[in-house]
């Protein structure tokens, strides 16, 4: 009689033993979750392969249930995501024993940048402040037809509408890309001036100097020179300047930016390539975290956070209330880097718009709400996310002494990887819109991208997500912007990034943040290159200083050449 008795306290053992088995796989995946690395960015495919224009846009075909722009599943009750990006195309990565990623080799274009050569009259300047603003070919913008016009639709997401052409537009006497409108006047000696149609100077080519000034629509001025030794110097008032100088790394060519911002004196490292014949220069971190910590900087954490900026009662928060608004709570590291680079960019504007005296320019629409909506800083989220599965490819390649492929670092890969993409503006910048009128973008402005350029474009045809409006472009609008100029933007978002997770390393565990694992505890790795690049001058502050003043001759000479001329208007 004691039989089936024996029988049930035997099943409801094994019972009870599978759900505490079950529970600890459960807590055992979720513990390892937060560490495992990022999957890999998707290849740089070979240039024959380079995806084709297409009209219709190219995430339809991805695999049903998946965001079809971005990845991750937007979470609309909240700012949340709830899966992994879905990675698509080419992949030369799988993972290996131990958590990381190991990768083979596939084709690449050459990486060789053009020499380098003195400055010319025709040397092209951008108009991004710490730019890339020399274009040693002294190409333009290669006119492109078939390229669809992307939007945002109600969920927030890129749609492409029917194909636009991108006027052709004259280069101006910097060389860069100018609107038909503009008044150009090639002046005695080498030297040129350029005019908006309201009479207002836009651009000034001083050949004697090697000097090239750009008026942007925002009010400011940006100085660049280029000097016989190859170096270059850049200022902006209210802006920190900096003095680039290359240098060679196992036969590669690098370049510092030694960056002087009001007695704080930092550098950066970049990269030189060739993309589309025109000399690019992508960042290069100089250090890198363990796997660890990249896993836990791109899975999402175990628990909403809710984290205090300390800026609330900053001027620069009340200026840009229309616009910005940071996230209530943070599941993922990601939303808290998307608000720590937007913020440090808005901070950034409204500090050089007070000393620049250019603010009342910059003042944005006042809006009910914030116009960067929660879907576009989503976007923005997604591609922190990519950006910091890419850091973690490099990481793990500079490790194993294999040396970084700048193109499928650089712009080169976002173009050809057949995904969407958004650019952040990290500085004041003037584009032309479909129209062919100039218009201007500014820090913390949004950019989508649905279909590639041309083979052998030197410019891309993006849309406007979201801006500031009053003398900005306005949202959804169609804009040209050149190959450069998108190269700094993804360099500013990389650096910015790069900051936050010095940021998330040095906090974690405090102010709400979540700890970190102790393999996401360990003291970074120094690139190499870094140790070999020649130090920041002494004196750049002053080299700097003295180029405003410089400008301000140049304005002066020029102006009375062009009206000796008969060419004052």
Known sequence: MKAPTTKRVSLLGFTLLFCACSLYAADDKKKTQSTAPPPPPPARPAPQAAPARQQAPAQTQRPAGTNTTYGPTVNRSGPTTNSMPTRTGPTTSRPMAGGGITTTNHPTTSTATPARSATTTNQPANNRAGGNLSNPQGKTATPQTGAS???????????????HPVAPHQAGVTGRISPQSNHVVHLAGGNGLERRPNGGISNIHDAKRGLDI?????????????????????????????????????????????????????????????????ALQVYAPVHYYSVGFYGWAYHPWGAPVVFSWG????????????????????????????????????????????????????????????ALSPEVKQMVANEVQSELALENAEAQQTNQNVEVDPASSGISRLLGDGNNHVFVVGSSL???????????????????????????????????????????????????????????????????????????????????????????????????FAEVAPPPDPNGANDVSQQLKNADQSEQDLTKQAAASGNSN
């Open 149 to 163: 016009s992307p939007r945002p639709n109600q969920a927030g997401r890129l749609v492409a509408t029917q194909p």
């Open 214 to 278: 750009h008026h942007n629509l925002n009010g400011g001025r940006q100085v660049m020179v280029s000097r016989a030794d190859h170096s270059r110097v850049f200022a902006e008032r209210g802006r920190p300047g900096f003095i680039e100088r290359p240098y060679s790394f196992h036969g590669h060519d690098f370049a510092t930016r030694s960056y002087y911002d009001h007695g704080h004196v930092y550098q950066r490292f970049y990269r030189g390539y060739a993309f589309h014949g025109v």
């Open 311 to 370: 800026w609330g009662a900053s001027p620069w928060v009340g200026f840009y209330g229309g616009y910005f608004a940071p996230y209530p709570v943070y599941a993922t590291p990601s939303l808290w880097l998307t608000d720590y680079m937007i913020s440090n960019d808005l901070q950034a504007a409204y500090a050089a718009g007070q000393e620049s005296g250019t603010l009342a320019q910059q003042q944005p629409d006042n809006n009910p709400a914030p």
């Open 430 to 528: 003037d584009v032309i819109d479909d129209s062919g009128a100039e218009c201007a973008l500014s820090d913390g402005d949004v950019l989508g991208m649905t279909s590639p350029p041309a083979p052998d474009a030197t410019a891309v045809s993006l849309t406007v997500l979201s801006s500031k409006g009053h003398r900005e472009c306005s949202k959804s609008a169609n804009v040209t912007v050149a190959v450069d100029d998108l190269q700094e933007m993804q360099n500013h978002m990389r650096e910015t990034i790069d900051r936050g997770l010095d940021q998330l390393q040095a906090k974690q565990g405090k102010n709400g943040l979540p700890a970190a694992p102790p393999s996401a505890q360990v003291a970074p790795t120094k690139a190499a």
